[in-house]
């Protein structure tokens, strides 16, 4: 059996005691070694379970078990060391003096002996390939750069569990592929299971299951195939539809007879090709 | 108005050890009422082309003119304000530059200082605000109790309150959620078309440069990389992956498509759904071989 | 752009003078300071210029920098020169013109005391330009450590330092966008009555002090989430380690101190 890391038990969450609900009972369940993308629009409560994920906030219903610990006052910085988390702003996170600084400062807040962080820092920069830059300031980085130090810094300090909470949303296209990249290259390293944020379908397409946030509430939670299908629904809670599903239901509706909901060009194109040379 | 730089370089600063070029020898010409999109990565040289475009940079070669303006090293405007009034400039992350106590002052800001009369002022904020899609009870709020997008709409209103005949937008969408990113570019197309401005959109998306842009100029290490409509652009797609740079996914998966079946589909910005059906010609034509 | 933005004044190097710690430095250079003022003649100022200008050669600062560095305190040094030269009323009468009477003992003293001044800020702006903003707060950090025993907040105060350091590039950046953006708006702050030009800061500041506070919001969030709870129990990657040329440095220090002293008393 999978093991259980992440639980989230009918939570919901409000900004003080008058606010509006920013979630309202969320439960879900996220194992070892799987990926989960979180979709939704701006303010459809996807990056407050980010924060609620690592004790940066608490929920006044429901509770939250993080590999079997409840999160709470008392166990937050046990659960820290746990869920690692990669936030929105590359320079608003960036604490070090250099990239080997920043990669150290998770290592010198738990007290890791300085042989061992020396390791890690050489360990964690190769892993998202940045072992190159070790020494430079972050004002000569490009954000996709900086970002990637965010990642090595948190792999750093052996995270359960790895969040990045619209981690591509300032980069630009270049940055995104390089993030997207390094988290696929990353995502099987010790069983890390990856909680990815994001408002971009494109970014979900890697992701083991999907679970789609609306008015903070889950709205669907599925496979990337799946969601994909729904064009009409994810057009109304603010989202993107990508182009595959757009042309695959445009080529059904032109009587072309597909076989399933295609996830890329890819699948598309083979399931045209099986059509094609059936004739 | 007509915008024309011709041969510029620009030098970032002269005569010091740091100097180096951020334009060279760029040359392009956008006609008025029409849409220029530019494209290029970080360092291109895109901000740098954005600068000269209201006079906070003047070439340090060549000559830029932007309608009766004339920029050059040896010509410089005396009243640098007039083109400004001219050129509205909607930069990154516009929201970062509000700073009064209410929506209405802060929209009033640019119009202020460009003297046009307060009853004008008053006139264009009720006709801007429905524009940009937000609600009038808005006006007396404080911008910095709004939300990130409605932060931006309220950037967005106090550039178009000074009325400029070119438009400059700097990647207007980044970080907007999908929803939010339509919404504004749809919104600068509808007053691009209702007041026939000019505009020069700079962005990473291919997609918008395809759907929007009726000319796309790609930057890259400060040079002009190619120029063309959209058709003729992205029709090199290996060129454009010589400098990292991608085209529309339509355009990808047509040629994937021409690489399997070996059948083209030659691009013409055609829709989706036209797509679609050549496809099914395609299919169906094998079947009545 | 991003070459303007270099904090500070350091120039890379792997000198002697650059390699040594950053403690030894800042000893070397407090203990100077004192002994400048000890200088009586000419033997004694000959030591002191020879050490400075060996540190300098050391270091292998181009010169051009170094004058750059000084450029700010030229006048200082002229006006200290010119002070002593009128006002001392020492010695044999040189030269008399209009009031002014200038004696011997001016001009030794003028050229004695901006020389003191000259070897000073030769020697602090060596740390400057030498030693990194970082290695500098380290140092600090180290060498103030004695006093956490009266709960002086050392480990804050550095760490307040070095993420400063960290954001000053940072916020020059941001004061360039959001100058631009509000001169795009009309804002005219090169020209204008002074009045007008105070007024064109508040675009300017209003969104700085906005943006500043939400980066220290978000590095605050940030730095929680990568389990910051202080000093305590802390360890450190950065590491000041004397080694056998600070050791070495010292002992030439030392020659150079006796040797002062000596050529104070017997001449």
């Known amino acids: 059996m999978r093991k259980k890391l992440v ?6 969450f409000r900004y003080g005691d008058e606010g509006p609900w920013v979630l309202k009972n969320c439960s879900f369940e996220i194992y070892e070694n799987e990926w989960v993308a979180i979709i939704g629009h701006n303010g459809s409560g996807k990056s407050t379970i980010a924060k609620l994920l690592n004790g940066l906030l608490f929920p006044q219903e429901g509770e939250i078990i993080i590999d079997g610990k409840q999160v709470n006052e008392a166990s937050i910085w046990s659960i820290r060391k746990e869920v690692g988390m990669v936030f929105q702003n590359p320079d608003n996170q960036f604490v070090g003096a250099t990239v080997q600084d920043d990669v150290a400062f998770g290592m010198e807040n738990r007290g890791v002996p300085r ?24 004002h000569r980085l490009s954000g996709g750069q900086k970002q990637r130090v965010a990642i090595a810094s948190v792999l750093a300090i052996s995270p359960k569990v790895l969040i990045l909470d619209e981690a591509t949303a300032m980069l630009d296209p270049s940055g995104r592929k390089e993030i997207m990249d390094t988290v696929g290259s990353i995502q099987h390293l010790n069983g890390l299971s990856l909680i990815t944020i994001t408002h971009d379908l494109q970014e979900v397409v890697q992701a083991d299951r999907v679970i789609v946030m609306n008015s903070g509430e889950i709205w669907k939670e599925a496979l990337p195939r799946e969601i994909f299908r729904e064009k009409d629904a994810l057009r109304k809670i603010g989202l993107d539809v990508p182009f595959v599903a757009i042309l695959a239901d445009e080529l059904k509706q032109a009587g072309v007879n597909l076989q399933a909901a295609p996830l890329n060009h890819e699948e598309l194109l083979e399931d045209l090709w099986t059509l094609h040379s059936k004739t | 108005m007509d915008i024309t730089f011709k041969n510029v370089t620009y030098i970032y600063q002269q005569n010091t050890p740091f100097a180096h070029k951020a334009i060279e020898d760029l040359s392009f010409h956008v006609e008025s009422g029409s849409i220029l999109a530019v494209i290029g990565h970080t ?3 895109k901000s740098t082309l954005i600068q000269h475009l209201n006079g906070l940079s003047v070439p340090t070669e060549g000559e830029v003119s932007i309608g009766e303006y004339r920029l050059s090293k ?13 050129v509205g400039v909607v930069f990154q992350y516009p929201e970062h530059q509000l700073f009064e106590e209410t929506v209405a002052k802060d929209i009033a800001f640019g119009p202020q200082n460009f003297d046009v009369p307060e009853s004008e002022i008053n006139r264009r904020i009720k006709e801007i605000i429905p524009a940009v899609g937000l609600p009038e009870s808005i006006l007396e709020r404080s911008p910095f109790d709004l939300s990130g997008g409605q932060m931006r709409r309220v950037a967005i209103a106090g550039v178009l309150a000074v009325k400029p005949d070119v438009l400059v937008l700097d990647e207007p969408t980044a970080g907007l959620d999908p929803r939010g990113q339509k919404e504004i570019m749809d919104m600068f197309y509808k007053l691009h078309k209702e007041q026939g401005l000019t505009t020069v959109l700079v962005t990473h998306s291919m997609e918008d440069a395809l759907k929007y842009a009726d000319r796309i100029l790609i930057l890259n290490k400060g ?21 990292q740079l991608d085209v529309p996914e339509s355009v990808q998966f047509l040629s994937k498509f021409e690489k399997r079946f070996g059948h083209a589909i030659p691009f013409q910005k055609q829709s989706v759904e036209e797509i679609a059906q050549t496809i099914q010609q395609i299919i169906k034509g094998a079947e009545s071989r | 752009m991003n070459n303007a933005l270099i904090i500070g004044q350091y120039v890379p190097g792997d000198s002697l003078v650059h390699r040594l710690d950053p403690r030894t430095k800042i000893t070397i250079i407090f203990f100077f300071v004192f002994i400048v003022f000890l200088a009586n003649n000419v033997a004694s100022y000959g030591i002191l210029t020879v050490f400075a200008l060996a540190s300098m050669f050391t270091s292998k600062v181009p010169i051009r920098f170094i004058i750059k560095g000084l450029t700010p305190v030229w006048f200082l040094i002229i006006f200290t020169f010119i002070l002593h030269l009128f006002v001392t009323r020492e010695g044999t009468v040189i030269a008399e013109f209009w009031i002014f009477k200038i004696y011997s003992g001016g001009l030794i003293q003028g050229i004695a005391i901006s020389f003191r001044f000259f070897l000073l800020i030769l020697v602090t702006s060596l740390l400057t330009l030498t030693t990194t903003p970082i290695e500098i707060t380290d140092a600090i950090e180290d060498m103030l450590h004695p006093l956490k025993r009266f709960k002086f907040p050392v480990h804050e105060l550095a760490l307040m330092m070095s993420i400063s350091l960290r954001f000053i590039p940072t916020l020059l950046q941001e004061t360039d966008k959001i100058s631009r953006a509000q001169a795009s708006r009309g804002v005219d702050f090169k020209t204008g009555p002074v009045k007008e030009r105070i007024k064109a800061i508040v675009p300017l500041l209003v969104p700085l002090f906005v943006s500043a ?6 590095l605050a969030m940030a730095m929680e989430a990568r389990g910051y709870q202080g000093g305590e129990g802390r360890t450190k990657l950065r590491e000041l380690k004397i080694e056998r040329r600070d050791i070495f440095i010292f002992i030439l220090f030392a020659f150079v101190i006796a040797g002062l002293f000596m050529a104070r008393t017997y001449s």
């Open chain 1, 7 to 12: 639980e989230f038990r009918n939570v919901s």
């Open chain 1, 115 to 138: 042989d061992e962080m020396k390791k890690r820092i050489t360990e964690t920069l190769s892993a998202v390939r940045m072992q190159d830059y070790r020494l430079i300031e972050p």
């Open chain 2, 43 to 45: 360092g291109s040289g």
């Open chain 2, 74 to 86: 040896d010509h410089k405007l005396k009243d640098m304000k007039e083109l400004r009034s001219r």
């Open chain 2, 223 to 243: 040079t002009k990389f190619m120029e063309g409509t959209p058709e003729e652009v992205f029709e090199q797609k290996e060129a454009l992956q010589s400098v």
């Open chain 3, 213 to 218: 506070f939400k980066r220290a919001e978000e």
